[in-house]
């Protein structure tokens, strides 16, 4: 029996179906039956929906076959490798090791699609004045990326542009321990991605927030979010918002998360509800910078020919590390 230390209770999650997670394309990538049941649901899951993101891209696995790209995998953890030999050690086989490593996800695609560079595995009521931590969820996104040059060249679909992307770490600045993230750093990254992009942030339409839904943290980045952009009542709101009220904390998936969550607002033209959301956190300053939280569908604000709508992105790592990135439409 598995030990109660490997047990978690939770009241809600957000979790995967088995119809997602039972995927049977073993042909299609050349692979045994008995190497498909060994190979981990996440390496099975990441390895079909790399062909769907190509298909979106109007691309094909021949035409990215031999290519020079790189495939970059941000993981956080799998239960499977644990629940084989915890739970079914009569299903390991030979593929059992190669099939349930972490630092091998990335490595599998680079070998079915024949990707020839390199490639990195690297280890909720957001806002809500309910917040009570985050919920745990299921989650994998990619996205194809491309210079801008080279897909107009190629004809590509391109869903947005990324315009600049920025990460730091605090070291031990301001912070009671490690996990903590302090909003000195947070400051420092926003002035300092802002300022060598000579970007306005008035520009800035919406701001898709780290928000993991904890009494702490949220207060925390909103209020450094609110001091930096610091609108006036006389600019427009500030909006705000966070995917994990839609999906949950997915973990090592979450920053992909957010991407993905701004190309659909860039394609439906819109920016979609916070969920779960009811009142702002009694924390956050919201009324004097003018920090709205959606609660439900705004559509883009209409802009003259040369502007653009552009939208920031904030992404905090389990060790701390903070990300910047700031997003245009194309």
């Known amino acids: 029996m598995m030990s109660n230390f490997f047990k978690k209770l939770l009241r809600a999650s957000y979790f995967m179906s088995n119809q997602q997670w039972d995927i ?20 099975r899951l990441l390895m079909l929906k790399f062909v769907h993101v190509l298909d979106n891209a109007v691309y094909s696995v021949e035409k990215i076959n031999g290519t020079e790209t790189l495939a970059h995998i941000g ?19 030979k593929f059992h090791r190669p099939n349930t490593l ?14 020839q560079a390199s490639h990195m595995a690297v280890w909720c009521r957001s806002f809500s004045a309910d917040a009570n931590g985050y919920a745990k969820g299921d989650g994998l996104g990619l996205l194809l990326l491309k210079r801008l040059s080279d897909a ?10 990324i315009r600049d992307v920025l990460s730091g770490h605090d070291g031990n600045q301001d912070k ?19 300022s060598r992009n000579n970007s306005d942030t008035r520009t800035i339409s919406f701001v898709e927030a780290h928000g993991t839904g904890t009494p702490v943290g949220d207060p925390s980045e909103a209020n450094c979010l609110c001091r930096f952009f610091n609108r006036s009542n006389l600019d427009p709101l500030l909006l705000l918002g966070s995917i994990k009220s839609n999906l949950g904390h997915t973990e090592g998936a979450a920053g ?75």
């Open 256 to 330: 992909i998360a957010s991407l993905i969550k701004v190309a659909m607002c860039m394609y439906h033209r819109g920016i979609t509800a916070n969920m779960q959301f009811t009142l702002p956190n009694s924390k956050v300053d919201a009324q004097k910078y003018s920090l709205h939280i959606l609660q439900n569908f705004l559509p883009f604000p209409t802009l003259s020919d040369n502007e653009k709508i552009a939208i920031g992105v904030n992404s905090f790592g389990m060790d701390r590390t903070t990300t910047s990135a700031i997003i245009e439409e194309y």
């Open 24 to 43: 049977s394309e073993a042909s299609f990538f050349n692979l045994s039956d008995a190497e498909a049941r060994s190979i981990d649901p996440c390496y």
């Open 102 to 115: 972490l630092y091998n996800t990335s490595a599998r695609l680079l070998y079915y699609f024949n990707l």
């Open 75 to 93: 993981q956080f953890s799998t239960d499977h490798a644990m629940t084989i030999t915890r739970m079914r050690p009569e299903h390991g086989s």
């Open 152 to 161: 107009e060249r190629d004809g590509d679909r391109i869903h947005y542009v």
């Open 176 to 194: 009671i321990n490690f996990v903590v993230s302090s909003a000195a750093e947070q400051g420092r990254l926003l002035e300092n991605i802002y």
